[in-house]
């Protein structure tokens, strides 16, 4: 299973950017799939998160400016920023849970990474 980032780059202030995450390989079904970031010096933390049947949840650093989106056929996970600010500059990783075949628990894959820097 593999999951492939793309969209990153460098933007300004207010700018928008959408970050891509399509998973493939091996897989059953998918149940949650997020996003996560992780700027210089600071854990990684969560983003937002999209889960079948369930509003999805967001940072309160995000809220309203982020919106997370699913493509469940294509297995591709989507996070629309709008008006970005420096402090969203990070590294951005997709994460989701995946079960493989019929019979195995759900297992966290994560993403290579995507650089996402805004100026000021």
């Known amino acids: 299973v593999q999951l492939v980032e793309s969209g990153g780059g460098l933007v300004q202030t207010g700018d928008a950017l959408r970050l891509s995450c399509a998973a493939s390989g091996s897989i059953f079904s998918i149940n949650n799939m997020g996003w996560y970031r992780q700027a210089p010096g600071n854990q990684r933390e969560l983003v937002a998160v999209i889960t079948p049947g369930v509003s999805p949840n967001y940072a309160d650093s995000v809220k309203g400016r982020f919106t997370i989106s699913r493509d469940t056929a294509k297995n591709v996970v989507y996070l629309q920023m709008n008006d970005l600010k420096p402090e969203d500059t990070a590294v951005y990783y997709c994460?989701?849970?995946?079960?493989?075949?019929?019979?195995?628990?759900?297992?966290?894959?994560w993403g290579q990474g995507t650089q996402v820097t805004v100026s000021s």
């Open positions: 994460n989701a849970a995946i079960k493989r075949r019929v019979g195995v628990p759900f297992t966290s894959y």
